[in-house]
T-cell receptor, first 112, second 116 residues
Framework: GAGVSQTPSNKVTEKGKYVELRCDPISGHTALYWYRQSLGQGPEFLIY????????DSGLPNDRFFAVRPEGSVSTLKIQRTERGDSAVYLC??????????FGPGTRLTVL | GDSVTQMEGPVTLSEEAFLTINCTYT??????LFWYVQYPGEGLQLLLK?????DKGSNKGFEATYRKETTSFHLEKGSVQVSDSAVYFCALSTNAGGTSYGKLTFGQGTILTVHP
């Protein structure tokens, strides 16, 4: 079956702009995670959804970052007033409760 | 807070050589431990996992044993192949139930290159 998909695969934006990154989880997966991976580093946790609600958003770096999952399936990560330091690969993962996380290919965000 | 430390890389080996990638962790509670692999151009994939002390995870010839006394989860393979060239990440999760439920904390990754 289809895996986790993320769009766009690449996003280039200018400092100060607003961006949205989309994640389509595996069908039926109720848990959804966002991570951020900087060059040469491991992924860092941002936020976790169980269904429609954010069960843990402790990894969001500041209030410019926000994520939603209104119908318990697709999720959107929103970044306001982007900064050059936001440049990274943003990874999405989904899972059944108490099961392995399956990762998408990521969205590479570049802020000029 | 929770943290994972991997041996500094990159690691370069000849085909059929023995591989060890060291991983140690610091965690509150009783973590589950994982190795993820990222092949060139692909997404992160779970390679193996262990959920309690002395458990051995294994897959594709790779093994790792959960050592609570040394807080370690070293990855080993007896004979590497060119196709094993990838980036390997050690990770932990401290959510209850010995599962990957909840956030993963990753190490910085180790690049493995295997030459013919």
């Amino acid at each position: 079956g289809a895996g986790v998909s993320q769009t766009p695969s690449n996003k280039v934006t200018e400092k100060g702009k607003y961006v949205e990154l989309r994640c389509d989880p595996i069908s039926g997966h109720t848990a959804l995670y966002w991570y951020r991976q900087s060059l040469g580093q491991g992924p860092e946790f941002l936020i976790y959804f169980q269904g429609t609600g954010a069960a843990d958003d402790s990894g969001l770096p500041n209030d410019r970052f926000f994520a939603v999952r209104p119908e318990g399936s697709v999720s959107t990560l929103k970044i306001q007033r982007t900064e050059r330091g936001d440049s990274a690969v943003y990874l999405c993962a989904s899972s059944l409760p108490t099961d392995t996380q399956y990762f998408g290919p990521g969205t590479r965000l570049t802020v000029l | 807070g929770d943290s994972v430390t991997q041996m500094e890389g990159p690691v370069t080996l000849s085909e059929e050589a023995f591989l060890t990638i060291n991983c140690t962790y610091t965690a509150t509670g009783y973590p589950s431990l994982f190795w993820y692999v990222q092949y060139p151009g692909e997404g992160l994939q779970l390679l193996l996992k262990a959920t309690k002390a002395d458990d051995k995870g294994s897959n594709k010839g790779f093994e790792a044993t959960y050592r609570k006394e040394t807080t370690s989860f070293h990855l080993e393979k007896g004979s590497v192949q060119v196709s094993d060239s990838a980036v390997y990440f050690c990770a932990l999760s401290t959510n209850a139930g010995g599962t990957s439920y909840g956030k993963l904390t990753f190490g910085q990754g180790t690049i493995l290159t295997v030459h013919p």
